[in-house]
């Protein structure tokens, strides 16, 4: 038994551009005649004060329509014959189970649709802020099989490193620091923070989608590693790590000039002296900590004495099995005086008993000096479709300090869109480009394919 998706997305098809046609109605026909009303009335005629209230029932109404019809979207999803028992489903299935099924059988059977783009904008303070803490949030789009990227939007082992098509249209996200070290008493680098986008309506509303009110974040910090903070040495070499290549006081040594760390009282420094190809300091990393197909984030400060196109800097997550993740600063790259550099990393599944952190210096100059301070790793949390995380800087956050970033969603798919708004899912999808088609990396997409199985020229 297969499944006819020219069919069924046939059918969706047709529900979908109606409810996308109701939408006009409700977001742009009746607030402009009601704008025409209330300038033709004036103050003139005193009932046209009630005419505002009887506009918005209007258009409560039209989210009602929006609503049945897709309701009628929901009952050819779970039709028994067509599609439950195509894919192998108790004919009582809900929404819940074949949503999954559906998704699985689309990256079994290489369907796809027409793909949207998200886009996220730089992290700053909101305009008029002013932070005392001088820390960072980072985001990222990539999705992982262990969150739920959304309010109310199921996890999915097949987002593991996929790209998010599930944020709204268009809004702000915002996170602000409620609690903190000088009023809270919680230690420094564990402040507390609120997640929030535009406001959340409900499913098919006519307002402009935001993503609500999200979970709350904890500034990054150790996780389960030592010393990622370099406060704790015994013969130049930081508690809880290992010095696998180079000399502890020759290539390695704690440095507690004020000017040399960025975070607390001591940092690492890694002097090179031009023979030794690689300094390493590692420390292992249980697996049992970790979670497989799990997005984390690492974050370090670093600076260096001078560029060298010879030198790298690289932080890796490594073992007999599980492949080797992290991030690289090429010598030339490196910056001068103190900076972040982070990552997302995306877990493996399977993690050997040996894996470990690596800190590795390669390629640097005789006298070369290279900083590192203030290294954090932590899970990201998901909310609207993005994944983020806030890490700590020279100066502590504090209640009510705040940053704040663009999102946007090109809604360029509409059976995309539609699956995301009303179900909350992403399913199989290529993205048309002037050039060609490109595939996004939504799903399990390894080869090009002309256009997408399922075409929204259905939507009509």
């Not at 507390?192 to 307002?207: E, F, N, R, V």
């Not at 008993?353 to 640097?364: C, F, M, P, R």
């Not at 203030?374 to 479709?385: D, I, M, R, T, W």
């Not at 539609?418 to 909350?424: A, E, K, L, N, S």
Request: proline share 6%; hydrophobic share 45%; net charge negative.
């Amino acid at each position: 038994m297969s499944l006819n998706y020219t069919e069924l997305f046939g059918d969706l098809g047709v529900l979908i551009a109606r409810i996308n046609s109701y939408l006009t109605e409700a977001a742009t026909t009746l607030p402009d005649d009601l704008a025409t009303l209330v300038s033709q009335f004036a103050t003139r005629w005193l009932p046209e004060e009630g005419i505002a209230s009887y506009y918005q029932g209007l258009q409560n109404q039209v989210v009602a329509w929006r609503q049945g019809v897709a309701g009628y979207a929901d009952s050819r999803l779970l039709d028994p014959d067509t599609v439950l028992s195509q894919l192998a489903l108790d004919p009582g299935s809900d929404l819940d189970t074949l949503l999954p099924a559906l998704q699985q059988a689309m990256v079994d059977g290489s369907q796809t649709v027409k793909a949207c783009t998200c886009t996220l904008g730089a992290v700053a303070p909101p305009a008029g802020a002013v932070n005392f803490g001088n820390g960072q949030a980072f985001t990222s789009l990539t999705l992982d099989g262990i969150n739920g990227p959304a309010l109310s939007a199921p996890a999915s082992v097949l987002y593991a490193g996929r790209l998010s098509q599930l944020c709204v249209p268009s809004e702000t996200m915002l996170l602000e620091c409620t609690a903190d070290s000088a009023s809270d008493g919680l230690a420094e680098g564990s402040e507390q923070w609120s997640w929030t986008g535009s406001p959340a309506y409900p499913d098919l509303d006519y307002h402009a989608e935001g993503s609500g009110t999200g979970p709350s974040l904890t500034t990054a910090n150790g996780y389960g590693l030592v010393s990622g903070d370099f406060e704790t040495w015994s013969g130049n070499v930081p508690a809880g790590w290992s010095l696998a290549l180079g000399t502890a006081g020759v290539h390695l040594f704690e440095d507690t000039l004020p000017a040399n760390v960025y975070r607390g009282s001591a940092a690492a420094r890694f002097v090179g002296d031009g023979v030794l190809p690689m300094i390493q300091l590692s420390q292992p990393v249980s697996p049992s900590s970790l979670t497989g197909r799990q997005l984390y984030h690492l974050c370090f400060a670093v600076k260096a004495s001078a560029t060298n196109s010879a030198a790298q800097v690289a932080a890796l997550m490594t073992g007999s099995s599980g492949g080797t993740i992290g991030l690289t600063i090429a010598g030339s790259q490196l910056p001068l005086t103190w900076s972040l550099a982070s990552a997302f990393l995306l877990m493996p599944v399977n993690l050997s008993s040996d894996w470990q952190l690596q800190l590795q210096l390669s390629g640097l100059a005789a006298g070369q000096e290279v900083w590192i301070d203030s290294l954090s790793f932590a899970p990201a949390v998901y909310h609207g479709g993005v994944a983020a995380a806030v890490v700590a800087g020279q100066s502590p956050w504090l209640r009510g300090d705040r940053l704040s970033w663009t999102v946007a969603n090109d809604g360029a798919g509409l059976f995309q869109s539609f699956f995301r708004q009303h179900y909350q899912v992403q399913l199989p999808s290529v993205l048309a480009t002037a050039q060609g088609t490109a595939l996004t990396l939504p799903f399990l997409l390894l080869t090009q394919t002309p256009a997408p199985t399922i075409p929204d020229s259905w939507v009509a």
